[in-house]
């Protein structure tokens, strides 16, 4: 299983924007689909984005299409999620999580995982 931390939450005001990063162990990374997940207070943990072993194809949560951006850099053993026009219900605690073989929407797929990051937008 790969060792994952996230970095770069923080309070932010609507509209502004945040970079996330998913930091990595291991030489194997590039052989684990990654996605970010987030969970609200109160709230389900729900998908937000995943990228393929080698970041051509990405996949997005409609809430967030178009303003948030999913990358990674197999070199730096790094993922990260550069979320911009944030709005307040995008508050929440962000989670990277990994898996081998094909990307997936479903957490539960996913079987490493990190301690997650808070993300705060004020309106």
């Known amino acids: 299983q790969a060792q994952l931390v996230e970095s770069g939450g923080g309070l932010v005001q609507a509209g502004g924007s945040l970079r996330l990063s998913c930091a990595a162990s291991?030489?194997?990374?590039?052989?684990?689909?990654v996605g970010w997940f987030r969970q609200a207070p109160g709230k389900e943990r729900e998908f937000v984005a995943t990228?393929?072993?080698?970041?051509?194809?990405?996949y997005y949560a409609d809430s967030v299409k178009g303003r948030f951006t999913i990358s990674r850099a197999n070199a730096k053993n790094t993922v990260y999620l550069q979320m911009n026009s944030l709005k307040p219900e995008d508050t929440a605690v962000y989670y990277c999580?990994?898996?081998?073989?094909?990307?997936?929407?479903?957490?539960?797929?996913?079987?490493?995982w990190g301690q997650g990051t808070q993300v705060t937008v004020s309106s």
């Open positions: 999580a990994a898996k081998l073989g094909i990307t997936a929407r479903q957490g539960g797929e996913y079987d490493s």
């Open positions: 291991g030489r194997t990374f590039s052989n684990y689909a």
């Open positions: 990228i393929t072993q080698t970041g051509r194809t990405t």
